[in-house]
């Protein structure tokens, strides 16, 4: 019954901007966590950014300065901000929710950072 999308992904040039959206819906219960998680050809699926049920963001350190991540007052909405894009950022990125009772995430959306 839990959906979660994102959107916002595309192709852009070193140095260039995304926004990200995800939007979760359906039986929202008590949201603990959202977060960004970005997974490269044969690499893991890492963390980039959280937006913890106290308001409080974090981000891994490759993206410090650059990335923002934020919601919307409901808090069923996060977004990351991307400026300042590099070629290592390439990767489908995911949106993670971890709500009391479950444990979701989204298809991803493909970003790719090339000239």
């Known amino acids: 019954q839990v959906h979660v999308v994102e959107s916002g992904g595309g192709l852009v040039q070193p140095g260039g901007s995304l926004r990200l959206s995800c939007a979760a819906s359906g039986g929202i219960t008590e949201i603990y966590l959202m977060a960004w998680y970005r997974q490269s050809p044969g690499k893991l699926r890492d963390w980039v950014a959280s937006?913890?049920?106290?308001?409080?963001?974090t981000y891994t350190d490759s993206v410090k300065g650059r990335f923002t991540i934020d919601r919307d007052n409901g808090k069923n909405t996060i977004y990351l901000q991307m400026n300042n894009l590099k070629s290592e950022d390439t990767a489908v990125y995911y949106c993670?929710?971890?709500?009391?009772?479950?444990?979701?995430w989204g298809q991803g959306t493909q970003v790719t950072v090339s000239s």
């Open positions: 937006f913890s049920s106290d308001d409080f963001p």
């Open positions: 993670r929710v971890l709500m009391r009772g479950g444990d979701y």
